[in-house]
C-alpha cells in the first residue's frame, strides 16, 4: 500500500513563499504521476500542479502558473511545490496525489478521480 505524507504547510505574509514536499512509501514512486491539490473551507477540491513519471511534463492551473514550481526527485520518492508570491486566495489544506497509471494522462490530470493514493494534507495559510 503507498502512503504519502506532506510536510512544509504553515503561517506565510502575502507575497511570502512555501516549498510543500510528498515523500512516498510502500510503493514504486519512480512509475507515478503526481499532482498537488487544494481545498479551501466550503469549496471543492481543486487541482493546483501535476508532473508526469519522469518528471518531463509539468500542468498547473491558470492561477499557479508563474508563481508555483512543481518537481520531483525520484531517488528520495518525494514531490515538491514551490510556491511564491503567495496569496490570501491561496489558503487551504494542500494535498499530494498519485496516479498510478493513465495512458490519458495529459488529458485527465486535473481530476481528483484518476489518483489512486492521496496524503493526509498539510495547511498552508496566507495572511494579508
Known amino acids: 500500500q503507498v502512503q504519502l505524507v506532506e510536510s512544509g504547510g504553515g503561517l506565510v505574509q502575502a507575497g511570502g513563499s512555501l516549498r510543500l514536499s510528498c515523500t512516498a512509501s510502500?510503493?514504486?514512486?519512480?512509475?507515478?504521476?503526481m499532482a498537488w491539490f487544494r481545498q479551501a473551507p466550503g469549496k471543492e477540491r481543486e487541482f493546483v500542479a501535476a508532473?508526469?513519471?519522469?518528471?518531463?511534463?509539468?500542468y498547473y492551473t491558470d492561477s499557479a502558473k508563474g508563481r508555483f514550481t512543481i518537481s520531483r526527485d525520484n531517488a528520495r520518492n518525494t514531490v515538491y511545490l514551490q510556491m511564491n508570491n503567495l496569496k490570501p486566495d491561496d489558503t487551504a489544506v494542500y494535498y499530494c496525489a498519485a496516479d498510478q497509471y493513465d495512458p490519458n494522462y495529459s488529458g485527465v490530470y486535473h481530476y481528483t478521480e484518476i489518483y489512486n493514493y492521496w496524503g493526509q494534507g498539510t495547511q498552508v495559510t496566507v495572511s494579508s
Open positions: 510502500g510503493g514504486t514512486f519512480s512509475t507515478y504521476s
Open positions: 508532473i508526469t513519471w519522469n518528471g518531463d511534463t509539468t
